[in-house]
């Protein structure tokens, strides 16, 4: 059983397109997150949620939306896209909102590419 | 704010050798240390974690220490495997803040 899944894994698309990526775990954690790595490996959080709450929101362009029907979801979608959005996408969920001792448990990514 | 700094650049070595891949860090309050991997082609696990003072995690032949008086938290293998070839984050979390602080990672490629 996969943890955290994200679909799809590759997606390949035109600029101007609109396009999601969905997000699902099934360990029963309460906060969910999307993470943006670059070509350098670099990873920058975009948003969080905590049981449906938007409780981080990074200065990400308006043209990406998050949206979490419930706690096991969080889904991603991009309006308009551009190359630089080129990225691998990571969706990542937690235990607990406040307390430390827990990391991540990260999907397995998505490769977005922008032509 | 919550940051970590990893050594700059990527770290190549032959199989067999002893591989340390720096890690600092400056807190606001009370941090839990981590270290992901990320094979190629994969998304970020769990490698090891300390969540105080003096506590060293291990996994795999990985070790870490956290050390509070350096703000540091190393991470070191004795005698690495080309399996080993992956990039390496060090991260934090502070208590309170279910932000997770990443560095920048390194690249570490083992040759046979």
């Known amino acids: 059983d996969t943890a955290v899944s994200q679909t799809p894994k590759y997606l390949v698309t035109q600029m101007g397109n609109d396009k999601s990526i969905k997000c699902e775990q099934n360990l029963g954690h309460d906060t969910m997150y999307w993470y943006k790595q670059d070509s350098k490996k670099f990873l920058k959080i975009m948003f969080s949620?905590?049981?449906?709450?938007?409780?981080i929101n990074e200065t990400v362009p308006n043209r990406f939306s998050p949206k979490s029907p419930d706690k096991a979801h969080l889904n991603l979608h991009i309006n308009s896209l551009e190359l630089g959005d080129s990225a691998v996408y990571f969706c990542?969920?937690?235990?607990?909102?406040?307390?430390?001792?827990?990391?991540?448990?990260f999907g397995s990514g998505t490769r977005l590419t922008v032509v | 704010g919550d940051s970590v700094t990893q050594m700059e650049g990527p770290v190549t070595l032959s199989e067999e050798a002893f591989l340390t891949i720096n890690c600092t860090y400056t807190?606001?309050?009370?941090?839990?240390l981590f270290w992901y991997v990320q094979y190629p082609g994969e998304g970020l696990q769990l490698l090891l974690k300390a969540t105080k003072a003096d506590d060293k995690g291990s996994n795999k032949g990985f070790e870490a220490t956290y050390r509070k008086e350096t703000t540091s938290f190393h991470l070191e293998k004795g005698s690495v495997q080309v399996s080993d070839s992956a990039v390496y984050f060090c991260a934090l979390r502070v208590y309170g803040n279910n932000r997770l602080a990443f560095g920048k990672g390194n690249q570490v490629v083992v040759i046979p």
């Open positions: 949620y905590n049981n449906k709450e938007l409780i």
């Open positions: 990542a969920s937690s235990q607990d909102r406040v307390a430390n001792n827990y990391g991540y448990t």
């Open positions: 807190a606001t309050g009370y941090p839990s």
